[in-house]
């Protein structure tokens, strides 16, 4: 893939507030605790809250091409401002707080420039060292799919699908666009399990999955992007996203994250309040033994209610929560065993290149490797190919 793509600095979940956050991973990261969480926002009675893109013609068509989705986005000048007003809000007001902290920050956001590179680095290391246990859980198979799962792809690739009928395939809960469905069978996720069990014993090095989750692993180093997620995220995924999510790019998620994430007792054991730097994300739960550990989900955090509304929802082994990424969500505590989690942040750059959804501005874009954080260049011609700084991975 290109080298030319769009980079925005935001990359991975940011903490939940208001439009102060910057991003994904918080281009704003050293202050994500102060400014991207959420302490202003009443969480559910059992959650407890933690730190954590020849001639004119040719050369038109070869940047559509190449313009899968990118990167991030980065404001010097719009980051500090909003991390001021954020920490002022939160009460840090001496000018050696604020100094001590604007410099945490910039720290911060250097360090998280050097991700990308960062992990370019561990998936060569990855691929040329690392002995697989399970191969065959690199290349997608149907066989790999729950049967319900595949009846409701097929049924959305028909020409008489509509919304009400996919509706039948899937579990609804409340208002908030959560839907509950069928994705692997038990016989694949008992082999990924072990394979990412396989690589987690190994002396491979890795990355952390997100700004927020301490233990899991990043998909695309280990290798499963192009022939795995990929594939599932286009062939699968997206005729479903059709028709549950149109206004939010559904029928054009062009690029994604995907990563798995692992709850244990003595490792994480829930996640904070927050939202995805993704237009829809798909939530997996492969196992394997555990005890509570629910998700809860809030206000759409475009559209805040003065009490917000919690609900919890099970996690079942094998099925997947789909919801928008802009939906405030978390994980309570689990109380036993150990919980490994599938998840892909779909990106839509028709909807992302308009409006940053992590800093509600319109992107400015850096050059970045391989989907960056979604954003892509507009085809004019001439027209330097940049990137998005408004995240970091």
């Known amino acids: 893939m290109s080298s030319n793509l769009l980079l925005g600095t935001h990359g991975s979940a940011a903490t939940t507030t208001s439009s102060s956050a910057t991003c994904s991973e918080d281009s704003m990261a050293a202050v994500g605790a102060r400014a991207g969480r959420a302490p202003d926002t009443p969480l559910p009675p059992r959650a407890r809250p933690r730190t954590e893109g020849g001639g004119a013609a040719t050369r038109r068509r070869d940047r559509l091409q190449r313009a899968a989705p990118s990167v991030r986005a980065w404001k010097r000048g719009q980051r500090l401002a909003v991390a001021v007003r954020a920490l002022r809000e939160r009460g840090c007001g001496s000018e050696e707080q604020m100094a001590a902290v604007l410099r945490e920050i910039e720290a911060e956001v250097q360090r998280r420039k050097q991700l990308v590179h960062q992990s370019a680095e561990r998936k060569a290391i990855i691929s040329q060292c690392y002995k697989r246990k399970h191969s065959e859980v690199y290349t997608l198979q149907d066989s790999f799919l729950a049967p319900d799962f595949l ?20 579990e609804s809960f409340s208002d908030k666009r959560i839907y509950r469905l069928p994705v692997f069978t038990e016989e694949f996720c008992q082999a990924f399990i072990e394979e990412l069990e396989n690589f987690e014993q190994s002396d491979m090095p890795r990355g952390r999955p997100n700004s927020m989750n301490n233990y899991g692993v990043l998909l695309n180093e280990l290798g499963m992007d192009e022939n795995f997620i990929t594939p599932l995220r286009e062939k699968y995924l997206r005729p479903i996203t059709a028709l549950l999510y149109p206004d939010l790019g559904g029928a054009c998620l062009d690029s994604h994250k995907a990563f798995v994430v692992k709850y244990s007792l003595h490792e994480d054991l829930d996640l904070s309040s927050h939202y995805d730097n993704a237009e829809v994300t798909l939530n997996v739960s492969l196992g394997k033994d555990f005890t509570e550990g629910n998700l809860y989900f809030g206000d759409f955090r475009q559209d805040p209610s003065p009490v917000p509304n919690y609900i919890e929802v099970e996690h079942v082994r094998t099925q997947g929560l789909l919801h928008r990424g802009g939906q405030i969500h978390g994980a309570l505590p689990i109380a036993s065993g150990e919980r490994w989690n599938l998840i892909i942040w779909m990106r839509s750059s028709a909807i992302r290149n308009q409006l940053c959804p992590m800093c509600n501005q319109k992107p400015q874009l850096v050059e970045a490797e391989g989907f960056g954080d979604g954003f892509t260049e507009t085809c004019q011609e001439d027209v330097p190919e940049t990137v998005d700084l408004c995240s970091v991975w």
């Open 151 to 170: 009846d409701m792809v097929r049924y959305c690739i028909s020409p008489d699908a509509n919304l009400h009928g996919l509706l039948r395939y899937t």
